[in-house]
């Protein structure tokens, strides 16, 4: 049983909370994002209930967590889940002091070098058995002394593994040599890794998908 003063400490908490809510940084279909009490961090809340996202709170919370160990993603700080499930929310690093959004349209795409980069890091994840999908601009964030991206929002995200994590490898792959402007790769990489898929030959398909991300993550400039 919590003790009288936990419960107050609680009670207090949450009101704070409620008004730093009533202001948020930023509101989706599924989820709100506001200033924690805690200073240096946010908190993503959901609006609903986690069994009817596609995620629940706890499991896009663990992705997001792979993604913080690359360096690629804001650093998860707590877990709070509430009976029923309505009201979950991560809690995590608040990285806007160093990072800016880039594109006119924040459900546009990154495009260029941004792009590049992105895929790149979508590749990292997929070697980490991670598929993130949702990528447009207003989910990616970029260092503003170097423009190194930074991933937010895991809420569509799987766990991928044998021709399911080639595929996800394959397409940032794919996907990052059309934005380096070298699209006849693009198609001769993507057509090769699905031949082989379709024959069955997943280890074969691996082996070129990883070959193929090798070269994109040297790709530092585009003209």
Same mark, same amino acid.
């Given at each position: 049983?919590?003790?009288?003063?936990?419960?107050?400490?609680?009670?207090?908490? =949450?009101?704070?909370? %409620?008004?730093? *809510?009533?202001? &948020?940084? $930023?509101?989706? #279909?599924?989820? !709100?994002?506001?200033?924690?009490?805690?200073?240096?961090?946010?908190?993503?809340?959901?609006?609903?209930?986690?069994?009817?996202?596609?995620?629940?709170?706890?499991?896009?919370?663990?992705?997001?967590?792979?993604?913080?160990?690359?360096?690629?993603?804001?650093?998860?700080?707590?877990?709070?889940?509430?009976?029923?499930?309505?009201?979950?929310?991560?809690?995590?690093?608040?990285?806007?002091?160093?990072? =800016?959004?880039?594109? %006119?349209?924040? *459900?546009?795409? &990154?495009? $260029?070098?941004? #792009?590049?980069? !992105?895929?790149?890091?979508?590749?990292?994840?997929?070697?980490?058995?991670?598929?993130?999908?949702?990528?447009?601009?207003?989910?990616?964030?970029?260092?503003?002394?170097?423009?190194?991206?930074?991933?937010?929002?895991?809420?569509?995200?799987?766990?991928?593994?044998?021709?399911?994590?080639?595929?996800?490898?394959?397409?940032?792959?794919?996907?990052?040599?059309?934005?380096?402007?070298?699209?006849?790769?693009?198609?001769?990489?993507?057509?090769?890794?699905?031949?082989?898929?379709?024959?069955?030959?997943?280890?074969?398909?691996?082996?070129?998908?990883?070959?193929?991300?090798?070269?994109?993550?040297?790709?530092?400039?585009?003209?």
């Amino acid at each position: 049983m919590r003790k009288a003063g936990d419960l107050i400490s609680e009670y207090l908490r =949450e009101g704070r909370l %409620a008004e730093k *809510r009533s202001s &948020p940084i $930023g509101t989706g #279909a599924n989820g !709100v994002v506001f200033d924690s009490d805690v200073t240096g961090n946010v908190i993503k809340q959901r609006l609903g209930d986690d069994q009817y996202d596609y995620n629940t709170t706890k499991q896009e919370a663990d992705l997001q967590a792979i993604a913080a160990e690359l360096g690629i993603a804001p650093k998860v700080a707590a877990v709070e889940t509430f009976p029923g499930g309505v009201g979950n929310r991560i809690e995590m690093a608040d990285i806007r002091p160093n990072f =800016e959004t880039h594109g %006119a349209s924040y *459900r546009g795409f &990154p495009q $260029g070098i941004d #792009a590049v980069r !992105v895929n790149q890091q979508l590749g990292q994840l997929a070697l980490k058995g991670v598929d993130l999908a949702d990528r447009h601009n207003g989910n990616v964030l970029y260092n503003k002394m170097t423009g190194r991206p930074h991933q937010i929002d895991f809420g569509i995200a799987d766990r991928v593994s044998g021709a399911d994590q080639v595929q996800a490898l394959a397409e940032a792959t794919a996907n990052g040599f059309t934005a380096a402007g070298i699209e006849d790769v693009a198609d001769i990489y993507r057509a090769t890794v699905y031949d082989l898929l379709a024959g069955g030959d997943v280890d074969d398909a691996m082996d070129i998908a990883k070959q193929g991300f090798s070269r994109l993550q040297k790709i530092k400039h585009i003209v």
